[in-house]
């Protein structure tokens, strides 16, 4: 181009194009429910070796106690860790180590509370079952276990998608079910039942809840999801 003496210089401005996003990853129920079964089974496993260990140790009901609720938090690790890499990619994807953290003292917790009944039944704690206190507190434990996890991860999961308290509800009911399949041993054993037996009728009981919580809260993740993208088009339509 040719410019008259004098004229200033155009200065040729180049536009560069805008990085586009990556996509999300759809959501696959299938993951989430492989990584969720092999998360919880073997982190499931992790306090439940407590009992052996409380037992081959001769340990008193407290220390056991405790050892049970330390034990948890690898149990919750585990399973957030699991439950994050299924969200990798996806529109749900968390913060892995917060969510890992959350959830590991939650399960820690959940433990704390699945065990003070029988803690203090052994301690010589006697409770009267006419009192309508103890059935109170009964009740009042039973809700704060099945909520320990689901709150403690919508801390983290409220930054992410919209209307996460839904995840409470969906978490409380899949591990209310979950956990009762754990008990179902427990009519067919007794002291006189062998280790090796012993283990493997509850680490199939462990196995049965990790699935039926995969499956629970994956169904309710796919749907929490699939809520999050329809308000996401309307918006983009608007």
């Given at each position: 181009m040719r410019t008259s003496p004098g004229a200033p210089a155009r200065a040729t401005v180049l536009v560069m194009p805008r990085p586009t996003a990556t996509p999300a990853r759809p959501f696959r129920l299938g993951r989430w429910v492989g990584f969720v079964v092999?998360?919880?089974?073997?982190?499931?496993?992790?306090?439940?070796?407590?009992?052996?260990?409380?037992?081959?140790?001769?340990?008193a009901p407290w220390p056991a106690y405790v050892l049970h609720v330390v034990l948890g938090l690898g149990e919750g690790a585990l399973l957030g860790l699991?439950?994050?890499?299924?969200?990798?990619?996806?529109?749900?994807?968390?913060?892995?180590?917060?969510?890992?953290?959350?959830?590991?003292?939650?399960?820690?917790?959940?433990?704390?509370?699945?065990?003070?009944?029988?803690?203090?039944?052994?301690?010589?704690?006697?409770?009267?079952?006419?009192?309508?206190?103890?059935?109170?507190?009964a009740a009042g434990g039973a809700v704060a276990l099945l909520l320990t996890i689901p709150v403690a991860q919508w801390t983290v999961l409220r930054h992410v998608l919209?209307?996460?308290?839904?995840?409470?509800?969906?978490?409380?009911?899949?591990?209310l079910v979950g956990l009762s399949l754990t008990l179902l041993p427990s009519p067919f054993v007794d002291e006189t039942t062998p280790p090796t037996v012993l283990a493997v009728a509850f680490g199939l009981g462990g196995v049965a809840m990790a699935t039926t919580v995969a499956v629970g809260t994956g169904v309710g993740m796919r749907r929490m999801l699939a809520n999050q993208s329809r308000g996401a088009g309307r918006e983009g339509g608007n």
């Open positions: 092999a998360g919880e089974s073997v982190g499931f496993l992790i306090p439940a070796s407590g009992f052996a260990i409380a037992y081959y140790a001769g340990l699991a439950q994050a890499l299924a969200l990798r990619g996806t529109r749900g994807q968390v913060p892995t180590r917060r969510w890992v953290a959350v959830t590991a003292v939650a399960a820690a917790l959940a433990w704390g509370i699945g065990m003070l009944p029988t803690t203090l039944f052994d301690s010589g704690v006697t409770l009267d079952p006419a009192n309508a206190l103890v059935w109170i507190a919209d209307r996460a308290w839904h995840w409470i509800p969906v978490n409380a009911a899949a591990w």
